[in-house]
């Protein structure tokens, strides 16, 4: 008798396209870099080109295609899977990208903190306070923090500030890149700090994920939460180290 998940799984492996080329390469093309598959262009899910602004963006999606095999397989190209969403989303509706990430800093994780346990309470403190601190620091950007989850207006200035320093990566791959850390982390404070290099990827995903680490300590991990965590880790690592292949 045919095992049905086995069978699930070919039927699963059959519907991705196979792989039709034998070498990924890069060009470049007026100011930017495209990724060609034995010489032909490779095109978005949009029908676009697929171009990188830099040398090292694009190197990063060759490198995906050409570790393909036998079939082509999305799930394996993070950095390819961005680049199309930037291609196609992004760079047609960079205002509502922006505005977004604006809208995370008036409402960011780290401004909510946990009434109770007083170890959590502690830990929170210790562990995000750097993060505001060094933006009361560097950019003059104070917040309210707030126990529990109710909402609290932001200060306009703070806000401001923000939007000043995000305002500086307006470019489509730029904003992309920080939309999805932003995104993943629910923390545009703690993604400014890592695009500024303040802070380490590891750094950044760690707080992201303190309540979720204190919780796991206490009464332990899903295997399938695990799964999931550790595939958005795969999806944020993407988009940072594409923002640093920007330069």
Known sequence: MTDPIRRSQELMRAELPKK????????QEGEGFAIKLD????????????ILPTPAAAEMVRAEWQAQEKVIDPAKMPVTRLANTVIDGVAQNADAV?????????????????ESPE?????????WDPVLDWMAEEFGARFVLVEGIMFSEQPTE????FMSEIDRHRAPFALGSLHVMTTLTGSALVTLALARRRLTLDEAWALANLEEDWTIEHW?????AAARRAKRFEDMKAAHDLFVSLG
């Open 220 to 224: 332990g991990e899903d295997a399938e």
């Open 39 to 50: 010489g032909r262009g490779v095109k978005t899910p949009g029908r676009n080109p697929l």
């Open 20 to 27: 039709f080329y034998q070498t990924a390469t890069v060009e």
């Open 158 to 161: 703070s806000i401001s500030a």
């Open 98 to 114: 922006f505005e977004e990430i604006i809208a995370y800093a008036g409402n960011d994780m780290l401004f909510y903190r946990a």
């Open 119 to 127: 170890e959590l309470v502690a830990r929170q403190a210790e562990r």
